[in-house]
């Protein structure tokens, strides 16, 4: 496996543990974050593995669609396109995230996490 390959996927992983310890802290908003960073990050693994070039998006349907998950993947991904924006620039109504995310929807995120890199992993 590529060296690059190899990176993106221990960054991936890193993250997706940083998530499952900032749920187990009840830091929920900071969980669904690292949630799709995680996916995010698999993605791109293997979207470097397939087109050995990554291209700039945050957006994981975006990445999804390059490297053909599943179709019951997308719309996780799209789920999780949609956290990444409400955590990181908070402009969801009008509550802040770390009131906003709770314990059920984070735990719903980082399944999906554990999903995706899980594929991604076998997919590699």
């Known amino acids: 496996m590529k060296e690059e390959v190899k990176r993106w996927l221990l960054m991936a992983n890193d993250d997706l543990n940083s998530a499952r310890s900032n749920f187990k802290n009840k830091k929920y908003y900071v969980c669904a974050y ?14 470097l593995k397939k087109s050995m070039k990554l291209i700039k998006t945050h957006d994981l349907v975006i990445l999804g669609r390059q490297v053909s998950v599943p179709k019951n993947f997308l719309k996780k991904c799209e789920q999780l396109s949609r956290v990444y924006i409400e955590t990181k620039y908070g402009i969801a109504a009008d509550i802040i995230p770390s009131q906003k995310f709770k314990k059920q929807n984070s735990l719903e995120y980082l399944k999906i996490a554990n999903e995706v890199t899980k594929w991604v992993g076998k997919s590699i």
């Open 34 to 47: 690292l949630s799709h960073q995680a996916v995010e990050k698999a993605l791109k693994a293997l979207l």
